[in-house]
């Protein structure tokens, strides 16, 4: 299996720059462990989704789509635990 290509929505980006500094480096070392392994361990699908994943990192949590296909990853939303899902 080839690596995958990492897009990130505007919104992820907009999110991503309103972390601190040291959120924002684990959070982009977690993006790019996704082009090698798309399934990490305890990511999860999310309910109500057909190609939408989650994974935790830290207090915060990054929300994704696999599209197998075309070997792409595309990051959707970064946000606190609390707030990344409404």
């Known amino acids: 299996m080839g690596s995958y290509e990492i897009e990130i929505s505007r919104t992820a980006e907009k999110q991503l720059k ?6 924002q480096l684990r959070v982009v070392r977690a993006v ?10 305890g990511s999860r699908k999310l309910s ?8 935790r990192v830290g207090h915060y949590r990054l929300l994704y789509s ?5 070997l792409v990853i595309i990051i959707l939303k970064i946000g606190h635990r609390r707030e990344v899902y409404r």
């Open 48 to 55: 109500g989704y057909d190609d939408v994943f989650r994974i």
């Open 66 to 70: 696999i599209s197998s296909t075309q």
């Open 18 to 23: 309103r972390l601190s500094v040291d959120d």
């Open 32 to 41: 790019l462990a996704l082009a090698e392994e798309p399934h990490p361990r």
